[in-house]
């Protein structure tokens, strides 16, 4: 009867029926009921059981005959979609098992996880405070607390899609403190801008400022130690070099926590020359920024308040779930957005209702945004920074704890003493250990960690990573991060990697 009333109301547009929605709800509801059981029973409550594989793995053309990823004109049922949701978890890595090792981040965090639904289901965008009033205070609140941390008395910051992301922010915010002009003219009668960094930086600097149109030519790399760190004479060097070609250099990068070797550049001395200089310094803490949450360990960042912007990606050594990374300047005179704001006159209206100064949207580069700072604020407000603190600690300490096994063990050899979460180290399999050192056997060693990484993989006991690097052959980089590691997955590492290299 209802159907027959409908249809005698029925408003037709273009041949298209507009009474009620279109879409049925409550065969949505139970759908989202349903795939939220699969992935609490198939990822969350898997998530430490380290008899589950870290990944099943398929060769790529197999893959895409599993998953059958042809998309058709006509929809398919929803039992077919729950099951394609069962193979999209069952075939990929699981970021979270106890031995996933091989990225600078892993392990799942349940608070930050339930942020992450909250937020997923209520699809906000953080530009301004009519639609997002909770995320704008939230995200404030946070950076506010980072700040401290990083010693500054005020400053400001915002959330981006990745630390690449924060070091472009950080390279344009630099230069357009050293030319204001260049946001109106462009780089047209521009001196020829230069910028330093160190050899180990993260490669997102190179792309920074390729994208930015400054030229990878002008980043001049500094070099490093036996260690990886920076050496502030050779920076000093540089600097003057610049100097005396003409050139205009604007922006030190330094980094705290190398990707590779886990490397602290010392911020103090390198501070000092940029003071001298009148260069902006900012600090790439992407990787070790969450090692001022320790009392410990924050030693490692020493000097960084003397920096003007940082990135610090809490989505790795805390867990807060990716994407999670600020960019923290110390300037509060608005430079952020003076630098980037377009003024909007349809999103940033001035007679607003309300106080404007909390539609934060024009400081960033995006438009819409997500609310990366609430998967961080709600695994904080739960676990309190002593909670995060315990997090960093117990990494380093595993880490400690990995060295000094490999120092016992026969056929493992130690790049270096680590000072933060990577352990580099080579795996030196039985027909090579009486080998003479020289070309023969470095290029044999160079292929036996890819060999055993795809049977790793294969298997899918664990993942490690490894690459060479300077000069120096393949070797294995493991990243201790998860809460949910142990000392037992420790020792597992070494005995597996000694078991599927048992032959070579």
């Known amino acids: 009867k209802q159907e027959m009333l ?51 793995w398929q060769a790529p053309e197999k893959l895409k005959q599993i998953l059958d990823l042809e998309m058709r004109d006509t929809g398919e049922c929803h039992q077919k979609i729950l099951q394609l949701c069962h193979d999209v978890i069952k075939y990929s890595v699981k970021t979270n098992h106890p031995r996933f090792f091989n990225q600078l981040y892993a392990g799942i965090d349940y608070y930050s ?28 609140a946070v950076i506010k607390k980072m700040i401290e941390f990083i010693g500054w008395e005020e400053g400001d910051g915002i959330f981006n899609p990745g630390g690449s992301v924060s070091n472009m922010y950080a390279m344009n915010l630099a230069r357009y403190k050293f030319c204001p002009e260049i946001k109106e003219k462009g780089l047209s009668g521009l001196p020829r801008l230069v910028l330093f960094a160190s050899e180990e930086c993260h490669y997102s600097m190179k792309k920074a400022a390729s994208f930015l149109g400054i030229g990878t030519e002008n980043v001049y790399f500094i070099k490093t130690d036996e260690r990886g760190k920076m050496i502030p004479e050779e920076l000093e060097k540089q600097v003057q070099r610049a100097r005396k070609e003409g050139s205009a250099p604007f922006l030190v990068c330094a980094t705290a926590g190398t990707t590779v070797l886990g490397a602290f550049d010392p911020l103090d001395k390198i501070a000092d020359i940029c003071e001298n200089h009148g260069l902006w310094l900012h600090v790439d803490a992407s990787w070790g920024g969450s090692a001022l949450i320790s009392r410990k360990h924050r030693r490692l960042l020493h000097g960084i308040h003397r920096a003007d912007s940082v990135a610090w990606n809490p989505h790795k050594m805390l867990l807060a779930g990716i994407q999670c990374c600020a960019l923290l300047v110390k300037d509060n005179s608005g430079l952020l957005k003076k630098c980037y704001s377009a003024e909007a006159a349809y999103l940033f209206q001035q007679d607003k209702f309300y106080d404007v100064s909390y539609d934060t949207g024009d400081k960033s580069i995006q438009c819409s945004r997500r609310p990366d700072a609430f998967k961080f604020w709600l695994m904080w407000k739960a676990l309190g920074t002593t909670g995060l603190e315990e997090r960093v600690n117990r990494a380093l300490a595993l880490a400690r704890y990995l060295v000094e096994e ?52 294969k298997k899918g006991s664990m993942m490690l990573g490894y690459q060479p690097h300077w000069g120096k052959v393949n070797f294995f980089r493991q990243v201790v991060i998860s809460p949910q590691v142990s000392r037992e997955d420790m020792d597992f590492l070494l005995d597996e990697i000694e078991l599927l290299a048992k032959d070579l």
């Open 406 to 457: 490999i120092k016992k063990r026969e056929g493992f050899q130690l790049l270096l003493e680590p000072e933060y979460a990577n352990v580099c180290f080579w795996y030196i399999p039985p027909s090579l250990r009486k080998m003479e050192d020289g070309p023969e056997f470095w290029q044999k060693l160079h292929q036996v960690a890819p060999i055993i990484k795809e049977r790793m993989m």
């Open 113 to 140: 996880l339930v942020a992450r639904f909250i937020t997923e289901a209520l699809n906000p965008s953080v530009y301004t405070y009519e639609v997002s009033p909770v995320f704008l205070l939230v995200e404030e």
């Open 6 to 56: 409908q249809k005698k109301s029925a408003v037709l547009v273009d041949g298209v029926i507009l009474n009620g929605p279109i879409m049925d709800s409550k065969a949505g509801e139970k759908f989202v009921e349903e795939a939220c059981k699969i992935i609490m029973e198939e990822v969350v409550q898997k998530a430490d059981d380290v008899t589950e594989k870290v990944c099943e």
